[in-house]
């Protein structure tokens, strides 16, 4: 059974900086592709982040480009979002997602099959 776990959130003031880490259980997760989507009010899953099974490929949200980096270690099973220059926007539960996604499909949650409880991330102003 595959379990998703996701850890590193917390309330932090604009212009902060936070790392979430995902770790995944009962998968090779070298196999997987990996992203991050964010939970609002105003959205059910909004694609923030993804990285492909070696992490030669990474995507971004437009917003987060350049402030967010998305990296993996497969040896340790884990995935890791270090978000810098953080804005009230960005505010929002962050979850992990894993799957055997296509290349065009990587921002669309029904793309990916596992899913953690996510983390709570929230920025002050």
């Known amino acids: 059974q595959v379990q998703v776990v996701e850890s590193g959130g917390g309330l932090v003031q604009a212009g902060g900086s936070l790392r979430l880490t995902c770790t995944a259980s009962?998968?090779?997760?070298?196999?997987?592709?990996v992203a991050w989507f964010r939970r609002t009010p105003q959205k059910e899953r909004d694609f923030v982040a993804v990285?492909?099974?070696?992490?030669?490929?990474?995507k971004y949200l437009e917003s987060a480009e350049g402030r967010f980096i998305i990296s993996r270690d497969n040896a340790k099973n884990t995935v890791t979002l270090e978000m810098s220059s953080v804005r009230p926007e960005d505010t929002g539960r962050y979850l992990c997602?894993?799957?055997?996604?296509?290349?065009?499909?990587?921002?669309?949650?029904?793309?990916?099959?596992?899913w953690g409880q996510g983390t709570q991330v929230t920025v002050s102003s």
């Open positions: 997602a894993i799957g055997l996604t296509n290349a065009g499909d990587y921002s669309n949650p029904n793309a990916y099959t596992d």
């Open positions: 009962g998968r090779t997760l070298s196999f997987y592709t």
């Open positions: 990285i492909s099974t070696q992490g030669t490929t990474t």
